[in-house]
Each structure stands twice: as C-alpha cells, then as structure tokens.
C-alpha cells in the first residue's frame, strides 16, 4: 500500500495528534503534497503546527471542511473523531478516493507486531497492564493508539522485533483496508457512539473490523460473557480464546474459587487470587482476565503475569482516587463517556456517591443509569454540560429528584462539597464524552482534579468554598 503516498498528493482531515502524527509520516514516505485540514482557524493551526508549516510540501487548510479539498488529492487520512457524514467525505467516496484511519496508515509502514485491543469499555487499562506484562520481554514495547499516542508515532519509532500494543477505538476501525493485529482482543460491545455509527449493528461492525484480516495462525481473544463479543466467535479465522469472570471455561481464562486461572480441556494453571489486584471492581477484574490471555498468546510466562497484576495501579482518568477532604473521598472517572462505563465505576465503588455527569451528547438514552441511581446509592446528582436537561429529565421521571445543576466543573466540585457528608465519594463519571466543554477527557479530569486540590488547600487555609 506504500505506493499509494509516494509523489501522491494526501489530505489529512483532523489535525490533533494523530493528524499531526500521520502529516509527519507521509512526509518521511515522499508524499508530494499534503493539505492538513480542520475546523480549528488558520491562525490556531498555524501556531500549534508551527514546525510542520515550514515545511514546502505541507498547505493548511482551516475553519471548516470545504468539498473542494479532494479535487487535487488521491488518498485520505480521516482522524478518528471526524463524522463519517462529513459533505467532504461523501464527496471523496463519490469520486472513488480511498478514505483510510491513522491507524491503517501506520500499520503500512510498522516493522513491529502489533496487538490490537478493542471494546466499548476498560480499552485503555487493558492496553496498559498488557504493555507492563510485556516490559522486558521483548527490546522495546510501545502503548499507543486511542490512549493518547499515536500509532504512526509508535510505528516511527519502533524497529523489527518490537511490539506495539495498541488500544483501537470503534472510530479508527471503521477505516481500515489490510491493517491486521496477530493477536487481537474484544473486551465487550455495548450501546455507545451512536451518534456516529447510527445503529447498533453498525457500531458492533466496526469493532468486529478488527477481526476482518486475521490470518490462521492469529489469535483472537473475546469476552465469553458478552454476547455480543460472544456472538463474533463465528468471525474468527485463526485461533480462540475466551476469557470469563463468571463460567467456568473447559478452556480459557478464567475466575475459579477466587483465583484467576489458565484452562485448558479442564486442566488447570493458577495465575493469581483475584484478592491480590490492586485496581478495584468487577470491571477490572474483567481487564485483567483479558491481559492475562492476551500475554499468554504472546508467550509470557505465568509468573511474570503474575507479578505485574499484583503491582498495576490502574491508568489515570480511570476510577482514580484524587483525594479526601472531611472524610469524603473524591474519584477521577473522566474516562467514563458512556452510560455503560458510569454504571461500571458506580458499582466499583462502595457506600453513598454523588455523582457529577453530563457532557456532550453521544445519543444514549440514560434510561439504564437514571434507573440504577437509587440502587447504587447515588445520593445527590450534579449535572453539567449539554446533556444535563436529558439527564435531570430521566433522573425524574426514574423518580430520583435530587438534582443540583452546574454550569461547568468547578462549580459542580463546590455543589458536589457542599452536599458530601463524611463517608461519601464524590465521583466525577460523566457518561458523556467532554467536547462540549473540554478539548479531551483527559482536560476535563485534569480541571476536576486541580479544582478539588484547590479547594482542599482552601479548607487548610480555613477558606469556605465559593456558592454557587
């Protein structure tokens, strides 16, 4: 596929750090032109890409997504958060130009392995507890994708012999042509992204993609509990193996009596007790039964699996604890933009929560969550964001009316104070992805955290918190 960049001219749509990541590797590839395009202004652009403007072979194009683009181009890099019903999108499918991820770009030019990871949940701590299970097995292993480093800057910088473990969302998938991981995992598919996707179907296809192109000798790992992961066994063209925290696999990862285990045809290999992991809820058991089959495919002995369960802390943005202020704890969620992975935290974490939610609406319902407040002993919920009317609308009409709105996250940390009662846990879970309001999830974790450290050092200072 190499030959389709050199002296070509490219349009790279989306100009975050995938983008900017993918502009410099079609410049090492002998591109001839690439027009950089986004919605951001010229003048923003140019200051956040100053070193790739001087650059002759590079034209920047902002403050929208004119049609025009594609006149002069034979190949387009889609970032991921781009709508696939972009006029110019639709324009350039007209014309017969392919439309390609990041991802498939950086996989042309990889002279690592990469292990891909998928799921509508847990993708990110997955991802990191494989990478740490597989530091020192090989010369270099590389964490990258959706969790905030670009594959083409990993492909850059990795050699024959290294690994890639690359955390792969549902919007990088969609674009793919040959992109092929040898060993691939499915952590779980629930609803999320229809904003983008459209249908359901639609979205378990795009994730089902990254099965599309695996050979016989692969392996595929899939959450047996699912069933919508379950139901894609039929996909699989090489090698299976399930994981399950709640059946008893013939063959498989699995939990035993407390403990993880490998099986195999009703043998049994012990790995850990499910006792001596550090990151807390079912969920993350879930992850961990996943990483343990994943490096298993990959070879890993026992014990080193072993040992780096019992010493991973989890990743930032994820269940993270900030701190506590008069014996109320505050958790740093972020990472928590659907309705699915807000219930997962809630019953990760024990006793009476308030919850802080809302942000840029994905089209889920909220039903599922509104109906699980009282029973997860959410005893206050503070709303913020676009989603709020939608999200205070199901809390009523779930019968749940202690709602407080906000209008933006430092406020929702006060309101969150002034109703927290000592033994509380003020959780920061959005369900929402943060583009209203943040440029990531990792801003707005980062503002709640900075806004909770504030007013802790506030209160040592004997400062009462600011009402709003």
Request: glycine share 8%; aromatic share 4%; net charge neutral.
């Amino acid at each position: 596929m190499k030959e389709q960049i050199k002296g070509k001219n490219i349009l790279v749509l989306g100009l975050a750090r995938s983008g900017q990541a993918a502009i410099k590797l079609l410049l090492k590839a002998g591109a001839s032109k690439i027009i950089g395009n986004d919605q951001k202004g010229l003048l923003e652009l140019a200051a956040e890409m100053k070193d790739l403007c001087r650059n002759s072979r590079v034209t920047l194009v902002g403050g929208g997504h004119p049609e025009n683009l594609v006149d002069e181009v034979s190949l387009v890099i889609k970032s991921p958060g781009i709508k696939p019903d972009l006029p110019l999108l639709r324009s350039a499918s007209a014309r017969g130009i392919p439309v390609y991820a990041e991802i498939e770009l950086a996989y042309w030019f990889s002279a690592a392995e990469i292990i891909g990871i998928t799921g509508t949940n847990g993708k990110t701590t997955t991802t990191s507890l494989v990478g740490e299970i597989l530091q020192g097995q090989l010369p270099q292993v590389f964490v990258a994708g959706n969790i905030g480093h670009p594959l083409c800057e990993a492909v850059a910088a990795a050699g024959r012999g290294d690994l890639i473990v690359a955390e792969l969302s549902s919007f990088q998938l969609e674009n793919i042509d040959s992109f092929r991981a040898p060993i691939a995992a499915v952590l779980n598919i629930s609803s999320d992204h229809l904003d983008y996707h459209g249908t359901m179907p639609r979205y378990i296809q795009a994730k089902s993609r990254l099965l599309a192109n695996q050979q016989k000798t692969d392996m595929a790992v899939l959450n047996y509990d699912d069933e919508n992961v379950r139901d894609l066994r039929d996909q699989v063209q090489g090698h299976l193996q399930f994981f399950s925290r709640k059946h008893l696999l013939e063959t498989g990862v699995c939990l035993h009596q407390g403990r993880i285990v490998i099986r195999e045809k009703g043998r049994e290999e012990l790995v850990c007790h499910a006792a001596d992991l550090l990151i807390p809820g079912p969920h993350n058991l879930e992850n961990a039964l996943a990483a343990v089959a994943v490096a298993r495919a990959r070879g890993v002995r026992r014990e080193q699996i072993a040992r780096t369960l019992k010493t991973f802390r989890g990743v930032p943005h994820r269940l993270e604890f900030v701190s506590e202020i008069n014996g109320v704890r505050y958790v740093n969620d972020s990472k928590g933009t659907n309705e699915e992975a807000t219930l997962t935290a809630l019953k990760a974490l024990q006793g009476s929560k308030i919850l802080v939610a809302g942000g840029m609406d994905k089209g889920s319902s909220f039903h599922n969550l509104a109906a699980a407040l009282e029973r997860e002993k959410v005893s206050w919920l503070i709303l913020l964001g676009e989603t709020a009317p939608l999200l205070q609308k199901r809390a009523l009409e779930a019968g749940f009316s202690r709602v407080v709105l906000a209008a933006d996250l430092p406020e929702a940390v006060h309101k969150a104070y002034l109703q927290a009662v000592t033994g509380d846990t003020v959780l920061l879970s959005p369900a929402c992805a943060s583009w209203d309001m943040f440029s990531s999830y990792e801003e707005r974790g980062d503002v709640f955290k900075s806004e909770v450290g504030r007013l802790k050092e506030g209160l040592s200072h004997g400062k009462s918190p600011r009402r709003g």
